[in-house]
Nanobody, 123 residues
Framework: QVQLVESGGGLVQAGGSLRLSCAAS????????MGWFRQAPGKERDFVAA????????YYADSVKGRFTISRDNAKNAMYLQMNSLKPEDTAVYYC????????????????WGQGTQVTVSA
């Protein structure tokens, strides 16, 4: 079974950029849709972005549209989230996940999760 590990989080100033990576171990996830979620302290785990198995159908939460870009490299068993124009409200633990169906916008649509990586954006 695939295991997912996020990396690339850190502390940045507002307006800065970060690129998160999600690396898979075990079996390839090339045939599965993938997504990014984030969870701030005391908040629910919220949808950020999702991408189809082909990489040609990205979806974004309204709060990140135009600033974040999701991508994947199936040959490397990797997924990425390029985050630009970061805002303090983007501060959260970011999780990558593997989807299991057609709906990809809630946490219940995913069945494999990484451990998360912290993103902190200072004002």
């Amino acid at each position: 079974q695939v295991q997912l590990v996020e990396s690339g989080g850190g502390l940045v100033q507002a307006g800065g950029s970060l690129r998160l990576s999600c690396a898979a171990s075990g079996r390839s996830f090339s045939s599965y849709p993938m997504g990014w979620f984030r969870q701030a302290p005391g908040k629910e785990r919220d949808f950020v972005a999702a991408i189809s198995w082909s990489g040609n159908t990205p979806y974004y939460a309204d709060s990140v549209k135009g600033r974040f870009t999701i991508s994947r490299d199936n040959a490397k068993n990797a997924m990425y989230l390029q985050m630009n124009s970061l805002k303090p409200e983007d501060t959260a633990v970011y999780y990558c996940a593997r989807g299991q169906g057609l709906r990809l916008t809630t946490r219940y649509d995913y069945n494999v999760w990484g451990q998360g990586t912290q993103v902190t954006v200072s004002a």
